[in-house]
């Protein structure tokens, strides 16, 4: 009883909305709870549970990476479009399985044509690493990037790109505004990440972790 007291608090930095709903169902499902967390009207920003020295805080989700790179978070649970985009000193651990979607080229279908033919052309994005990465290493085109923070779908529609590169989850979004995927670049999903001096300072209780979130993911 008395280790327990003096064990150090693991602290997980958790992607604010939907992904930490589903993270924190997951860690229920082998007894990792955080009663204090349920309570929806609370403007607390940082959740305890003293029984198992754990600690849980909500970050918007490009700052998780950031936080756990930097030791104030040992775990963090992100996009794998937001742990390739910070590219981040940090090991990615286990993909959790939920938020699936896809990291997709998209554009009008005259677009296609510009991609086969690997012409000079504009992509918005607001990934401009994850882009860079695809249309340089990988297909070797040129292509001039352009940075955007949101409703990136509009780039190609008032004339500012010729495609994206953006996550498509149903694809409603693309329809509804008269675009469709071009190109897969990758699948998505929701991935852990540890801190590397974490992850050897508390091998036992993270790898222990791990395991066992292994055995419900797959
Ligand atoms: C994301 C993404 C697409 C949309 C895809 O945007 O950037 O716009 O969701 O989902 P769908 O295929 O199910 O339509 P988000 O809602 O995060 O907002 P943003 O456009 O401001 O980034």
Redesign the pocket.
């Known amino acids: 009883m008395e280790n327990k007291k003096e064990e150090r608090y693991l602290t997980f930095a958790l992607c604010k909305g939907r992904l930490a709903n589903k993270t924190l169902e997951l860690l229920e499902q082998i007894g990792i709870t955080c009663e204090e967390m349920r309570d929806k009207d609370s403007r607390k920003l940082i959740f305890v549970n003293e029984e198992q020295r754990l600690k849980f805080f909500l970050s918007k989700g490009p700052d998780v990476p950031t936080y756990v790179e930097y030791g104030a978070a040992d775990i963090g649970v992100v996009g794998a479009d937001v742990v390739m985009e910070e590219n981040r000193r940090v090991y990615e651990v286990l993909d959790l399985g939920f938020g699936k979607c896809r990291m997709c080229v998209c554009g009008p279908e005259t677009a296609g044509e510009l991609l086969k033919h690997h012409e000079r052309i504009r992509v918005a994005t607001?990934y401009p690493l994850i882009a860079k990465e695809y249309f340089f290493n990988k297909k070797h085109q040129t292509v001039d990037i352009i940075k955007l923070n949101?409703?990136?779908?509009l780039g190609p529609i008032v004339g500012l790109s010729d495609v994206i590169v953006?996550?498509?989850?149903?694809?409603?979004?693309?329809r509804e505004n008269g675009l469709g995927v071009l190109e897969e670049v990758c699948p998505l999903s929701a991935r852990m990440i540890v801190n590397p001096v974490s992850m050897r300072m508390e091998y036992e209780r993270i790898n222990g972790l791990i395991h066992r979130l292994k055995e419900i993911c797959e």
């Not at 949101?150 to 779908?153: A, F, K, M, T």
């Open positions: 607001k949101g409703s990136v779908e953006d996550i498509v989850e149903t694809g409603g979004t693309l």
